[in-house]
T-cell receptor, first 114, second 113 residues
Framework: GAVVSQHPSRVICKSGTSVKIECRSLDFQATTMFWYRQFPKQSLMLMAT?????????EQGVEKDKFLINHASLTLSTLTVTSAHPEDSSFYIC??????????FGSGTRLTVV | DAKTTQPPSMDCAEGRAANLPCNHS???????VYWYRQIHSQGPQYIIHGLKNNETNEMASLIITEDRKSSTLILPHATLRDTAVYYC??????????????FGKGTHLIIQP
């Protein structure tokens, strides 16, 4: 079946530093990938949509200069959280579109900013 | 996409069938009903989807009412590993698309030993 690999699964960084999260579709080509954020005891919230070779589309209220998204190939999208602050601590999940039944999700990245 | 309503939580005994309801009274004729689940600290997992006919796969069955205003996800023999938040999502298209999914609050299903 379709597999999306997301790394790292867990990261702790200092306030003010940047963190990169990778999302790879392992056995299919994903023309579109999505990034979600999930705070404790809340549901997933779509942050942005990235299409291979073009600029990402951000949801309202998501700072594009803070959450940099790159989708340079059909199998890789990255999310970089720049100048991270404690309020950016969250569970980040990517998803790829390109399978017959819709969307496949990565296993998520737990970001803790200290 | 049409809005869905699910109970916030449900309990089910291990080995019994778990029946999770979802209301989607404003569903349009071209919208599919999707079910995903999220086990704690993991990404969501696709379970099943359907348009108007009942569907069954190795994980679950999906029963959609004739008027399509509600559906029920059935896990026939629940195990402890089925404890998760289950999301019912209504959307156009049976495949992947250009739009992300809109997740509601889902139902937290707790399987009791």
């Amino acid at each position: 079946g379709a597999v999306v690999s997301q790394h790292p699964s867990r990261v702790i960084c200092k306030s003010g530093t940047s963190v990169k999260i990778e999302c790879r579709s392992l056995d299919f080509q994903a023309t579109t990938m999505f990034w979600y954020r999930q705070f404790p005891k809340q549901s997933l919230m779509l942050m942005a949509t990235s299409n291979e070779g073009s600029k990402a589309t951000y949801e309202q209220g998501v700072e594009k200069d803070k959450f940099l998204i790159n989708h340079a190939s059909l199998t890789l999208s990255t999310l970089t959280v720049t100048s991270a602050h404690p309020e950016d601590s969250s569970f980040y999940i990517c998803s790829a579109s390109g399978t017959t039944y819709g969307y496949t999700f990565g296993s998520g990245t737990r970001l803790t900013v200290v | 996409d049409a809005k869905t309503t699910q109970p916030p939580s449900m309990d089910c005994a291990e080995g019994r069938a778990a029946n999770l309801p979802c209301n989607h009274s404003t569903i349009s004729g071209n919208e599919y009903v999707y079910w995903y689940r999220q086990i704690h600290s993991q990404g969501p997992q696709y379970i099943i989807h359907g348009l108007k006919n009942n569907e069954t796969n190795e994980m679950a069955s999906l029963i959609i009412t004739e008027d399509r205003k509600s559906s029920t996800l059935i896990l026939p023999h629940a195990t402890l590993r089925d404890t998760a938040v289950y999301y019912c999502i209504v959307r156009v298209s049976s495949g992947g698309g250009a739009d992300g999914l809109t997740f509601g609050k889902g139902t937290h299903l707790i399987i009791q030993p």
